[in-house]
């Protein structure tokens, strides 16, 4: 499918191994090609290094180190190898120009014993390159998990195709830069993918006979006093992702500021409390609006309260169309026999909260944590964060790009934009939040270009990333 490479289990690997004619006695066969290839992109990346230490443990991955060492020695390098035993004190590390990780392979998984454990730590201290042999050792190949010590690698070169464990956090903190060398398996089916560029092409383009309506309208519900940058972010990220036609809802003491900001958007004063927030009394108004609208944007500055609690719950569970929801529409959010596709947008912190849990363990079990959250709330989930996961009843999660210089406020408002805008042409919902952080991403690396990035950076810069 155009955008989506596929990402392994350990699982998914060993499978792909099995297949290969004349397993197990092969196994010799892609453990040589395997270690051969370490070596040549050992030689090729690390020029002018001539001395390695190569750590082996007991399984495959030290046996495919065992090949890269002699490898290297034909090349006329200056190789030890050491044995990693399971509960032994190996020998001294010496003092290579680069080490090679083949501890653990992609059949690791939970925390390394002590002994282990110690090793790892020798190893990142040694202060010279790491180069990781499938995965660094450490790191769960299936998940991305870190649960003790892992190899900090400089670069992972990894065998037929990428690992879930090498993109998705905390593991991708650990990969440094991924080379994928082929080892002659056959390309499967698996349940996880990365998200490229190339996703960007399908996103519907403006044809001849589309107006501002079929290209896509947006209704954006959200802003408060003091909270009015979030909407209008929101809907100058939906105009900029080539949505036709952007509404804003917001409380009607607000609506001066938002005519002076957004100059091409649609706006609605509604009725609001006593604070300035949105409340059931506009529920009517809403969804009178919505019923001109192709998709919502609900929550960006909406602000919390009893009131905007229930309004987003009633919301929820009555509009037919698509809605994302951001920011305050998931503070207290509750599941619900929802009639339309429904997509969420939280951080770490916030989809803890929504699942009892504190932000540190989503952050350590970040495929799990997302997978959880669709259990819960049946229907798509934007987990945001370092490589931003998209989890969808029924289906594998999605592995987004994502850049450092997003982490910056604003930015979430951005992507529920851009989400609102690929949900108003119609895309299937997995597929345009996909998009959507991509696009975001994308952005982010051409604006990233100038110094103090600010998601209205993002905005201007969202029309240059599009086929």
Request: with cysteine.
């Amino acid at each position: 499918m155009t955008g989506l490479e596929p990402l392994y289990t350990a699982a998914e690997m060993r499978a792909a191994e099995e297949r290969y004619p004349g397993h197990p006695e092969s196994m010799s066969e892609l453990m040589e090609r395997a270690g051969r290839a370490v070596a040549r992109i050992a030689l090729e990346d690390f020029e002018g290094a001539r001395s390695y230490t190569v750590v082996c443990g007991r399984g495959n991955n030290g046996g495919d180190g065992r090949v890269a060492a002699e490898a290297l020695r034909e090349a006329g390098c200056d190789v030890r190898v050491v044995e990693a035993e399971p509960d032994a004190e190996p020998e001294e590390l010496g003092a290579p120009d680069v080490l090679i990780d083949a501890v653990f392979g992609t059949g690791f998984s939970g925390e390394p014993r002590p002994a282990a454990a110690r090793l790892l730590d020798r190893m990142n201290e040694l202060g010279v390159p790491i180069l990781a042999v499938d995965i660094p050792s450490g790191v769960d190949a299936s998940t991305g998990e870190v649960l003790g010590q892992a190899v900090r690698a400089h670069l992972t070169v990894t065998f037929h195709e990428d690992k879930v464990g090498l993109h998705v956090a905390p593991g991708s903190h650990y990969a440094g830069y991924v080379e994928v060398a082929e080892i002659g398996l056959e390309p499967a089916e698996t349940e996880h993918a990365r998200v490229t560029s190339q996703v960007l092409e399908r996103v519907p383009q403006r044809g001849p006979d589309d107006n501002k309506y079929s290209a896509g309208h947006v209704l954006v519900v959200g802003g408060s006093p003091g909270l009015t940058g979030a909407a209008s972010l929101t809907a100058l990220a939906a105009l900029r992702a080539d949505a036709g036609y952007v509404t804003v809802a917001a409380p009607l003491s607000t609506l001066v500021v938002f005519e002076v900001r957004l100059l091409e958007a649609v706006k609605r004063g509604l009725p609001e409390d006593a604070e300035g927030r949105l409340d059931e009394r506009a529920f009517t108004a809403i969804e009178e609006l919505a019923a001109k609208a192709s998709a919502v944007a609900l929550g960006p500055g909406l602000g919390r309260s009893t009131g905007t609690k229930a309004l987003i719950r009633r919301l929820l569970a009555t509009l037919a169309l698509p809605v994302v929801a951001d920011a305050d529409a998931l503070w207290e959010l509750e599941p619900g026999d929802w009639p339309g596709p429904r997509v969420l947008t939280p951080h770490a912190g916030e989809l803890g909260r929504l699942l009892g849990k504190e932000s540190s363990w989503v952050d350590a079990h970040r495929l799990a944590a997302a997978r959880l959250a669709v259990e819960r709330f049946g229907c798509v989930v934007v987990l945001k964060g370092p490589g931003t996961l998209v989890a969808a009843p029924a289906q594998g999660t999605l592995v987004c790009p994502g850049i450092a210089a997003l982490a910056t406020a604003g930015t979430g408002d951005v992507l529920t934009g851009i989400i609102g805008s690929f949900l108003a042409k119609g895309m299937e919902p997995r597929l345009a939040a996909a998009a959507a952080v991509t696009a975001q991403a994308a952005a982010g690396v051409e604006a990233g270009r100038r110094a103090g990035l600010v998601a209205s950076d993002l905005v201007e810069a969202l029309p240059s990333v599009f086929p």
